[in-house]
């Protein structure tokens, strides 16, 4: 019998791949328990999260008898959807799914149980503003698009609204098969990028800037409309000649073939490398949500792909929410403050690294660039008085038969309303009238 | 009662059943532990009880086991260095009649008192063994019993008597009961039924094995009660109408294991059987291929009338009893063919059937019992060998058996197909959870309709409703059943039981690990039950059945009885001296009591084994014989 009993030692190696798998198991529930739990198809999820309010405590969604409940005002919930998230989870980006853990007040010892410790954290207060956010949402009058607006001193995202939208109160039941509906999971601020046109032009100032310290301002071109460029046609928005112009008239002017001129003298590579120390190819991260990339890739291209690319058009893509920080920087002498959803210390909120996107000098050539574009081109009536406005505006062409994507980049220059701002509509009528009237609303609404 | 009213309805309610559901687990580790802890307390100290004495040359060894092999060979339990004596030479056993020697196909023979034997021959003390050149004659043991020492030994020095264990368990369960009652805030006194029934079978058994029984230990029954209502009250939340059929499930593996307690407590009744039990397994098999019907991909259905069985449960019993031996048959048929063929039909049938987690389980097992039998590395590679070829094979020929596993360890990916829908529900609900859980009825897992939650799910029903803590509880109950197995493979009655009781507890670990893996994506998910939770009649009837082994392989179960009916006869018997354990009498004790042991002289040559660890000096001086009858020998357990 000692051999036998020497032979169930056997077992032993049973028991050790037991409590090996046990272990492995309870150590990732351990690292990836709020993953697992914080699924759409959760039951426990909505009953349990608690409530949300903007900055001047509207409620924006609340849970009663294991039902969630959104804004009194049907405006409000389309165009907060995407920040604050649907009850199914489909909207990953939404603050629901990204800080349920927080909102359910989930922790790896009560899991989901509702305790007192956990319905008295379970609150959350947003930066955002309803107001300026329903604003921006009508003035998009039904186009999809995206407007992001925050405080570029404080970080506090005041208004942030993506569509195509839809009612969380009332899911449509044909969201999965209706065009319309088609996209309406995805938060364009976060994770969309866009054909961005002329905005990319203050890029290609940038790149100028850098290369010819001391001549980019004297520097002109003339532009008749039209002109060849390396075996093809530049363009200018309706075929207008500009004549000869400096930078600041170009800008104005949106002059296609100036800068197509200027990025062919500084060559692809200059171009390139300044749009990437601006953020382009970087997938920036917001609080744990990777941020959809800017794009630029002038490695394949040619001298006409080189010139449209100076112009937003070529392969260049761009990001709003990468947009806004852009010109957050522009506006703080070339580092921008982290935008944060939520004041107190939580996964949206904090004082994350700033991020440096060019130098002082060249931000405070760009603004000056900006304000002489609000100034003298589009005008200041446009916007409330003493804002002070700095902008681009732009038209980005998509082909296919579809109007352009039109935006609007800036921010104001100004320390009462210290707002950096990213606006896009596709199929738009024109940058300033459709996205800088989106622009506008948004200011309206927070002035 | 209005008073009752408002507390449910209060908001006190939730935080109060959490507290419970925090204390749940504590308790049922307290059993769990303590269970195990009073069953080693509890057992025999390993003192030899007769010893076999080399007169020649004054050599004394100690009969340690209930079966011990003689032979040259080192792994021999008594070895005899003698080049006359075979490798395994003859087998010397404790049977219920006395100590009985059988020579296993020795080259030179066995003779006892000097006459040949064929088969086994019972041995009186002062007989004498003759193999080879060596004569052995058969003498009562006489040292005294030496303090054991051991590192750890649990957290009390007492081991807890049965009636405390079994009332804590019940209040476990009654805990637990009483939350099923409180389910969405209303009081709802009929869900506790079903757990109340569990306490009156296991509340019956332990009436019948203490007290009509008189046996002394009750742990392994105490933790198979706790599980099983762990397991029912659970489900009995989930589907209070369903869960009769468990409830009859248990009633019936109650009775099997009563029956099969009997049953192996004859060895040549066991032997008889065989067999027999072997044959109805195939033809179980033969006829669930024939009549069985079609259940979620795996024909391993009958249907008799209402009631609807999983033969292949019932066939892991027949399984263990056709692979286990004891000691004489294993020294004399060293080869494992036979048993081999067996597992061969069995897997076959399995496959044909696709209930490929089963067939897993049974190859386990195969290997567990394999290797204690055989003790051969080389054979265990070649069968390891031999099946990756037959999974290669199956895999080649029915290749959308691999389809099913292709989710594993991407079920992230596959959140809304079935590739990974079940698993990763199981994992979100556990987590949601937490280490208490959200409530027995408050599942969504089990409410939300996954398929399998009562079933190859389970494990995350129970995280989810119970909390993490109780679960692992469970799991640890079943993977202590390793230790039970352990700590009673020499101390057996036989090697029947000792690798029956591992075989066991083997087989319900590997099934756990299916199970819990599989359903956690830890393993591909491969629908087998977790023993005593999981939803299935058969599964319960047959885990209970499997309990017995482990039950029979310790020798107290069937001392007590033994003791019961032999208390009635003790006045008639002088004196015994034998060691704290009362063994059987070996027959003609009586004739024995005058000898006293032979005082070894500053001459005489002490047997020192190379390992050194069955030698102890004996004392000068043997303890007085004292009069002592066998209920006390049975206290002295307590």
């Not at chain 1, 003339?222 to 200018?236: A, D, F, P, Q, R």
């Not at chain 2, 050599?59 to 080192?74: A, C, D, M, Q, T």
Request: hydrophobic fraction near 45%; charge should be neutral; charged fraction near 15%.
């Amino acid at each position: 019998m000692k051999t036998v009993g020497f032979r169930s030692v056997v077992l032993y190696i049973l028991l050790a791949v037991f409590l090996g798998g046990l272990g492995y198991l309870v150590v990732n529930l351990f690292f990836h328990g709020r993953q697992w739990a914080m699924q759409p198809y959760n039951g426990h999820l909505s009953a349990q999260m608690g409530d949300i309010k903007d900055r001047n405590g509207n409620v924006l969604a609340t849970s009663q008898d294991g039902e969630r409940f959104y804004s009194d005002d049907e405006t409000v919930r389309r165009a907060l959807l995407h920040t604050i998230g649907d009850t199914a989870g489909y909207i990953g980006t939404g603050v629901q799914s990204v800080m349920g853990d927080k909102l359910t007040g989930y922790n790896l010892i009560t899991g989901l149980n509702r305790t007192p410790f956990t319905s008295l954290s379970s609150k959350l207060e947003l930066t955002v503003d309803q107001a300026a956010c329903a604003a921006a949402y009508n003035a998009m009058a039904g186009r999809s698009g995206a407007a992001i607006l925050y405080d570029y001193e404080t970080g506090d995202i005041l208004c942030k609204v993506s569509a195509p939208t839809f009612d969380p109160a009332f899911v449509p039941e044909d969201i999965e098969t209706n065009d319309a509906y088609k996209g309406a999971y995805v938060d364009n601020t976060l994770s969309s990028s866009f054909t961005p046109g002329s905005i990319f032009k203050v890029v290609t100032a940038a790149a100028a800037m850098d290369l010819w310290p001391d001549s980019w301002s004297t520097r002109t071109y003339e532009c008749w409309g039209s002109e060849e460029i390396g075996g093809s046609n530049i363009t200018c928005l309706h075929g207008e000649s500009h004549g000869n112009q400096d930078m600041f008239a170009a800008l104005g002017n949106s002059c296609n073939i100036y800068f197509a001129k200027l990025a062919g003298d500084m060559g692809g590579e200059a171009l390139q490398r300044k749009a990437e120390e601006m953020g382009f190819n970087v997938n920036l991260d917001f609080h744990g949500v990777t941020v959809a990339k800017s794009s630029l890739d002038l490695s394949a291209a040619n001298a006409n792909e080189l010139g449209w690319a100076a112009v937003g058009q070529y392969t260049v893509l761009t990001n709003p929410y990468h947009m806004m920080v852009l010109m957050g920087a522009v506006a703080k002498g070339g580092t921008y403050t982290q935008p944060r959803l939520t004041e107190r210390g939580d996964f949206f909120s904090g004082v994350g690294t700033p991020g440096r996107l060019m130098g002082p000098e060249t931000a405070q050539q760009l603004k000056s660039l900006l304000r002489s574009d609000v100034e003298n081109y589009y005008g200041d009536w446009m916007f409330p008085q003493g804002m002070n406005v700095c902008a681009k505006t732009g038209t980005g062409e998509v082909g296919e038969g579809k109007a352009p994507n039109c935006w609007m980049v800036g921010f104001c220059d100004s320390a009462q309303y210290p707002y950096a701002f990213a606006v896009v509509v596709e199929e738009g009528e024109g940058g300033i009238e459709t996205a800088g009237s989106l622009v506008s609303a948004m200011l309206q609404a927070l002035a | 009662m209005d008073m009752l009213t408002d507390f449910i309805q209060s908001g006190v309610l939730p935080t109060a059943l959490l507290l419970v559901r925090a204390f749940v687990p504590v308790l049922a580790l307290y059993v769990v532990w303590r269970s195990y802890t009073s069953f080693k307390k509890g057992q025999r100290r390993r003192d030899p009880v007769v010893m076999l004495c080399d007169e020649a040359s004054g050599i004394r060894f100690p009969v340690l086991y209930w079966e011990n092999s003689i032979g040259r060979s080192k792994s021999c339990d008594i070895c005899l260095p003698d080049a006359t004596v075979s490798r395994d030479h003859a087998v010397l056993m404790r049977r219920e009649e006395g100590w009985v020697v059988c020579d296993t196909g020795s080259q030179s023979g066995t003779a006892v008192n000097g006459r040949g034997i064929e088969g086994q021959k019972l041995l009186s003390i002062g007989d004498t063994v003759t193999m080879g050149d060596v004569t052995l004659t058969l003498r009562n043991a006489d040292s005294p019993p030496e303090k054991r020492r051991r590192v750890f030994k649990g957290f009390s020095h007492e081991a807890a008597s049965p009636v405390k264990l079994m009332v804590a368990a019940s209040l476990v369960l009654l805990l637990m009961a009483l939350q099923g009652c409180l389910v969405d805030g209303a009081f709802v006194p009929t869900q506790a039924v079903p757990t109340l029934l569990v306490m009156v079978m296991g509340w019956g058994l332990y009436i019948y094995s203490i007290g009509i029984q008189h046996r002394v230990s009750f742990e392994i029954e105490t933790i198979a009660y706790l599980l099983s209502g762990i397991g029912i009250t659970v489900l009995a939340a989930f589907d209070i109408d369903g869960v009769k059929t468990q409830l009859a499930a248990m009633a019936i593996g109650v009775l099997l294991f009563c029956f099969m307690i009997w049953f192996m407590n004859d060895l040549d009744r066991v032997a008889k059987f065989r067999v027999y039990i072997g044959a109805g397994a195939i033809l179980l098999f033969a006829l669930n291929m024939v009549i069985g019907t079609e259940q979620h991909g795996a024909k391993n259905w009958i249907q008799l009338g209402p009631l609807s069985i999983q033969p292949s449960e019932l066939i892991k019993i027949a399984f263990v009893f056709v692979g286990t031996s004891t000691l004489d048959r294993l020294q004399t048929k060293k080869n494992i063919t036979e048993f081999l063929l067996f597992t061969g039909i069995c897997m076959g049938f399995l496959v044909l059937m696709h209930d490929l987690g089963t067939a897993v389980i049974f190859f386990a097992c195969f290997l567990i019992i394999a290797f204690m039998r055989s003790g051969s590395v080389r054979t265990i590679v070649l069968i390891l060998s031999g099946a990756a070829i037959g999974v290669l094979l199956i895999l080649q020929f029915l290749p959308y058996i691999a389809d099913r596993f292709a989710g594993w360890g991407h079920v992230w990916e596959h959140i809304n197909d079935n590739l990974g829908f079940q698993q990763t529900r199981v994992l979100t609900y556990m987590a949601s959870g937490g280490l208490f859980g959200m409530g027995l009825g408050d599942g969504y897992l089990a409410g939300s309709g996954v398929f399998a939650a009562d079933s190859d799910l389970v494990f995350g029903l129970l995280c989810e409703e119970q909390g993490l803590a109780l679960a692992l509880v469970v799991v640890l109950a079943i993977a202590l059943f390793i230790f039970y197995a352990r700590s009673d493979v020499t101390r057996s009655r036989s090697t029947f039981f000792s690798i029956g009781a591992c075989a066991v507890a083997g087989m319900l670990l590997f099934q756990t690990c299916l199970n819990v893996f599989g359903a956690t994506d830890v393993l591909p998910l491969t629908g087998v039950t977790l023993p005593f939770i999981s939803s299935g009649g058969s599964s319960m009837m047959s885990v209970w059945g499997l309990m017995a082994f482990l039950k029979a392989s310790d020798e107290r179960t069937y001392a007590a009885r033994r003791a019961s009916k032999g208390s009635a006869r003790t006045a008639a018997r002088p004196a015994s001296r034998t060691g704290e354990f009362p063994p059987p009498r070996p027959r003609g004790e009586a004739q024995d009591t005058g000898y006293t042991p032979r005082r070894q002289g500053s001459g005489g040559r002490r047997y020192s084994p190379p390992a050194g660890r069955h030698s102890r000096p004996a004392r000068p001086q043997p303890p007085p014989p004292r009069q002592r009858d066998d209920m006390e020998d049975i206290n002295s357990w307590k």
